[in-house]
Protein backbone atom coordinates (compact mmCIF):
# COMPACT_ATOMS: atom_id res chain seq x y z
CA UNK A 1 0.00 0.00 0.00
CA UNK A 2 3.02 2.21 0.44
CA UNK A 3 3.27 2.06 -3.35
CA UNK A 4 0.44 3.35 -3.91
CA UNK A 5 0.16 6.14 -1.52
CA UNK A 6 3.57 7.22 -3.32
CA UNK A 7 2.24 7.33 -6.44
CA UNK A 8 -0.76 9.02 -5.28
CA UNK A 9 1.30 11.69 -3.69
CA UNK A 10 3.75 12.12 -6.89
CA UNK A 11 0.04 12.65 -8.88
CA UNK A 12 -0.86 15.38 -6.22
CA UNK A 13 2.33 16.34 -7.15
CA UNK A 14 2.35 16.71 -11.09
CA UNK A 15 -1.22 18.31 -10.78
CA UNK A 16 -0.62 21.27 -8.59
CA UNK A 17 2.59 21.16 -11.07
CA UNK A 18 0.80 21.70 -13.88
CA UNK A 19 -1.56 24.58 -11.91
CA UNK A 20 1.33 26.50 -10.77
CA UNK A 21 3.82 25.58 -12.86
CA UNK A 22 3.73 28.84 -15.60
CA UNK A 23 3.90 31.10 -12.31
CA UNK A 24 6.81 29.45 -10.87
CA UNK A 25 8.54 30.03 -14.52
CA UNK A 26 8.47 33.77 -13.34
CA UNK A 27 11.06 32.88 -10.65
CA UNK A 28 12.71 29.95 -12.56
CA UNK A 29 12.11 30.78 -16.20
CA UNK A 30 13.51 27.24 -17.22
CA UNK A 31 11.12 25.77 -15.49
CA UNK A 32 8.95 25.86 -18.76
CA UNK A 33 10.73 23.33 -20.58
CA UNK A 34 9.37 21.12 -18.16
CA UNK A 35 6.08 22.69 -17.50
CA UNK A 36 4.79 22.80 -20.52
CA UNK A 37 4.80 19.37 -21.61
CA UNK A 38 3.71 18.27 -18.56
CA UNK A 39 0.64 20.66 -18.96
CA UNK A 40 0.10 19.78 -22.34
CA UNK A 41 0.23 15.64 -21.67
CA UNK A 42 -1.86 16.29 -18.92
CA UNK A 43 -4.76 18.62 -21.20
CA UNK A 44 -4.27 15.88 -23.74
CA UNK A 45 -5.45 12.85 -21.35
CA UNK A 46 -8.35 14.99 -19.94
CA UNK A 47 -9.22 16.07 -23.60
CA UNK A 48 -8.93 12.38 -24.39
CA UNK A 49 -11.26 10.94 -22.04
CA UNK A 50 -8.88 9.06 -21.81
CA UNK A 51 -8.08 6.98 -18.09
CA UNK A 52 -4.63 8.88 -16.24
CA UNK A 53 -1.79 6.78 -15.96
CA UNK A 54 -1.08 7.68 -12.91
CA UNK A 55 -4.47 6.74 -11.58
CA UNK A 56 -4.24 3.52 -13.23
CA UNK A 57 -1.06 2.76 -11.53
CA UNK A 58 -2.47 3.69 -8.00
CA UNK A 59 -5.86 1.71 -8.62
CA UNK A 60 -3.54 -1.46 -9.38
CA UNK A 61 -1.29 -0.90 -6.84
CA UNK A 62 -3.91 -0.82 -3.97
CA UNK A 63 -5.59 -3.77 -5.91
CA UNK A 64 -2.27 -5.98 -5.27
CA UNK A 65 -2.43 -4.67 -1.79
CA UNK A 66 -5.70 -5.38 -1.14
CA UNK A 67 -7.19 -2.29 -0.48
CA UNK A 68 -9.98 -1.60 -1.98
CA UNK A 69 -10.23 0.88 -5.32
CA UNK A 70 -12.14 3.97 -6.08
CA UNK A 71 -14.28 5.07 -8.72
CA UNK A 72 -14.38 8.88 -9.98
CA UNK A 73 -10.23 9.44 -10.57
CA UNK A 74 -7.92 11.09 -8.65
CA UNK A 75 -9.42 14.42 -8.82
CA UNK A 76 -12.49 13.04 -7.92
CA UNK A 77 -11.52 10.80 -4.65
CA UNK A 78 -9.00 12.93 -3.24
CA UNK A 79 -11.01 16.46 -3.87
CA UNK A 80 -14.30 16.39 -5.27
CA UNK A 81 -15.56 13.61 -2.91
CA UNK A 82 -14.19 15.35 0.57
CA UNK A 83 -15.84 18.58 -0.61
CA UNK A 84 -19.50 16.95 -2.15
CA UNK A 85 -19.40 17.95 -5.85
CA UNK A 86 -20.01 15.55 -8.81
CA UNK A 87 -16.43 15.45 -10.40
CA UNK A 88 -18.41 14.61 -13.62
CA UNK A 89 -20.79 17.25 -13.49
CA UNK A 90 -20.71 20.11 -15.96
CA UNK A 91 -19.95 22.64 -13.56
CA UNK A 92 -16.97 21.15 -11.76
CA UNK A 93 -15.23 20.26 -14.93
CA UNK A 94 -15.92 23.50 -16.48
CA UNK A 95 -14.17 24.65 -12.93
CA UNK A 96 -11.23 22.65 -13.64
CA UNK A 97 -10.53 24.18 -17.25
CA UNK A 98 -11.32 27.36 -16.54
CA UNK A 99 -9.34 27.71 -13.05
CA UNK A 100 -6.18 25.37 -15.34
CA UNK A 101 -6.09 27.42 -18.01
CA UNK A 102 -6.74 31.58 -16.34
CA UNK A 103 -3.72 30.64 -14.00
CA UNK A 104 -1.83 29.24 -16.89
CA UNK A 105 -2.72 32.05 -19.29
CA UNK A 106 -1.67 33.97 -16.62
CA UNK A 107 1.40 33.01 -15.85
CA UNK A 108 2.66 32.66 -19.64
CA UNK A 109 1.33 35.90 -20.27
CA UNK A 110 3.63 37.55 -17.62
CA UNK A 111 6.40 35.54 -19.39
CA UNK A 112 6.02 36.59 -22.84
CA UNK A 113 5.18 40.21 -21.09
CA UNK A 114 8.35 40.05 -19.09
CA UNK A 115 10.45 38.85 -22.20
CA UNK A 116 8.47 41.39 -24.58
CA UNK A 117 9.74 44.34 -22.35
CA UNK A 118 13.40 42.77 -22.22
CA UNK A 119 13.74 42.56 -26.15
CA UNK A 120 12.73 46.08 -25.76
CA UNK A 121 14.72 47.56 -23.52
CA UNK A 122 18.26 45.56 -24.22
CA UNK A 123 20.78 48.15 -26.27
CA UNK A 124 21.17 47.50 -29.92
CA UNK A 125 23.91 45.06 -31.09
CA UNK A 126 27.32 47.32 -31.29
CA UNK A 127 25.83 50.14 -28.90
CA UNK A 128 26.08 50.69 -24.80
CA UNK A 129 23.45 52.21 -22.59
CA UNK A 130 24.37 55.72 -21.75
Not at 26 to 43: G, S
Not at 68 to 85: M, Q, S, V
Amino acid sequence: MLLAHAVALVHAAAVLFMLVGALLALRWPRLVLLHAPVALVILGVNLAGADCPLTDLELWLRERAGAPAYEGGFLGHYLFDPLGLDVDATGTQLGIYVTASGVNALGYGLLALRYAVSRTSAPAPGRSRP
